[in-house]
């Protein structure tokens, strides 16, 4: 949990550079770019020990693979807090997405939603790091294509994004176990080969709106 409220400050950070603010797709980018950095030096600290190199190479990217229900046991109530407080706020969620001028407008405290969003964020994230690893662009393929046929309520884009979201890791981790049997690929693998196409596409939709 302190990885990741790092990572969220660091994000925002870097998001909130230059004009405009903290823009999706700026946090999206710096997001990346911080991703990038740390694997780097993950690398850089476990290549000089084989053997830990051997132990921690199959977890960097994430898997479903060797979970006890004692881990889940541990992670459960953190994530339980997280969305409880996700759902809590999605009408706010909302108000804010049209804009902070129009939620100021409309008498909202746009820092208090803000910070209370990025501590649900926090929980959820780190909750879901600690139980598989960072399986990566879950979080961004599932909010996108929900918002596709549920609209802009975040009040209907945050469950169904977790149960989307959800699918989509056990669908990817079903195909990653018997794409290559008798041996199986980590389904952080398999997330990132579909998940990178669809950021690049998003990537270019961002621009050209």
Same mark, same amino acid.
């Given at each position: 949990m302190i990885g990741a409220t790092g990572a969220a400050v660091v994000v925002y950070g870097l998001g909130s550079m230059g004009r405009g603010g903290a823009t999706p797709l700026r946090l999206t980018l710096a997001g990346v770019i911080? !991703? +990038?950095? @740390?694997g780097a030096f993950t690398t850089a600290l476990?290549? !000089?020990?084989q053997d830990t190199l051997d132990q921690i190479r199959f977890w960097t990217v994430g898997s479903l693979a060797g979970r006890e229900w004692d881990l889940l046991v541990l992670t459960v109530p953190y994530m339980v807090i997280g969305m409880v407080g996700a759902l809590? $706020?999605?009408?706010? =969620?909302t108000t804010i997405s049209l804009g902070?001028? /129009?939620?100021?407008? &409309?008498?909202?405290? !746009?820092?208090?939603?803000? @910070? &209370?969003? +990025?501590?649900? !964020?926090?929980?959820? +994230?780190g909750g879901?790091?600690?139980?598989?690893?960072? =399986?990566?662009?879950?979080?961004?393929?599932a909010p996108h294509v929900v918002r596709f046929f549920v609209g802009t309520d975040y009040?209907?884009?945050?469950?169904?994004?977790? @149960?989307?979201? *959800? &699918? &989509?890791? /056990?669908g *990817?981790? $079903?195909? +990653?176990? =018997? =794409?290559?049997?008798?041996?199986? @690929?980590?389904?952080?693998? $398999?997330m990132g080969l579909l998940g990178a196409p669809f950021? /690049?596409?998003l990537a270019r939709w961002k621009v050209k709106s």
């Open positions: 911080l !991703t +990038a950095f @740390l476990l290549i !000089t020990d809590v $706020m999605a009408r706010q =969620i902070e001028d /129009i939620a100021a407008g &409309l008498g909202q405290n !746009t820092l208090s939603v803000k @910070l &209370l969003s +990025a501590g649900s !964020t926090v929980l959820l +994230a879901a790091v600690a139980l598989a690893g960072p =399986i990566g662009f879950v979080g961004l393929v009040r209907w884009i945050l469950p169904y994004s977790a @149960l989307v979201g *959800g &699918l &989509l890791v /056990i *990817g981790d $079903m195909v +990653a176990r =018997i =794409i290559i049997r008798p041996q199986e @690929l980590p389904v952080g693998v $398999m950021f /690049i596409y």
